[in-house]
């Protein structure tokens, strides 16, 4: 069952990963690069050299859960970040415009309302 959502905490690896690696692999990429629990929750994200393959790992309590996508053409598209970093953390909007394929550099927010906040005055 997909149970991704805003809730969880989203770490795409900054490396490209070898896509033969599966759960115990990608669980020691976790351990030994991201120094991080790869049971915590989070979902651990990784795409390879040529860009044309995703690996999301999330454990779910009581096993792990491996979703894995491939295109057939083109390639996803990453937010810029910085190499020598092990990993960025991303939001749930970012992971679905990636997976989906938007692009991350195009998109605009477009203006909402934001109430304005009260000012107290003391006398």
Not at 35 to 55: A, H, L, T, Y
Not at 100 to 112: A, C, H, P, Q, T
Request: charge should be positive; glycine fraction near 6%.
């Amino acid at each position: 069952m997909f149970t991704l959502s805003s809730n969880n905490k989203f770490h795409l690896y900054s490396h490209p990963t070898d896509m033969r690696k599966s759960f115990d692999g990608l669980s020691g990429v976790v351990q030994n690069h991201l120094e991080s629990n790869p049971c915590n929750g989070d979902v651990f994200i990784f795409i390879n050299r040529r860009r044309d393959k995703i690996k999301l790992l999330h454990w779910q309590g009581i096993s792990f859960t491996l979703y894995y996508k491939r295109l057939e053409k083109g390639t996803f598209e990453l937010p810029a970040y910085d190499s020598s970093v092990g990993s960025i953390t991303i939001n749930y909007t970012q992971l679905v415009m990636i997976v989906d394929g938007l692009s991350i550099k195009n998109i605009e927010k477009r203006k909402r309302y934001t109430p304005e906040t009260a000012t107290v005055i003391e006398d």
